[in-house]
């Protein structure tokens, strides 16, 4: 993971390889020690929210014969920070 503190904001990216198994890893209590969390490759095919955060998410790609899902991503931002537009 890469974590990049600029002012007041920290912000968490994360190619997670199946959202799964980082929370199976204990990744939420990681997750509350950041103002943004960005994943990467969840693989969650269906949309997905973070306690403590509001989340945008797009889903994986469904999975092909007997293959997992591709791709899914999600953008977690603090409450307060009040997100008005995600591009």
Do not use: Y
Not at 29 to 40: G, I, K, P
Not at 46 to 70: H, Q
Not at 72 to 81: N, Q, S
């Amino acid at each position: 993971p890469i974590t990049v503190d600029e002012s007041r904001v920290t912000i968490l990216a994360w190619n997670v390889e199946g959202l799964q198994s980082a929370v199976s890893l204990g990744a939420e209590e990681l997750f509350q020690r950041h103002d943004v969390v960005v994943l990467t490759e969840t693989f969650a095919i269906k949309e997905v929210n973070l306690r403590g955060f509001d989340c945008f998410s797009r889903p994986a790609a469904p999975p092909a014969m007997r293959a997992r899902p591709t791709g899914g991503v999600i953008i977690a931002v603090e409450p307060e920070m009040s997100p008005k537009l995600l591009v």
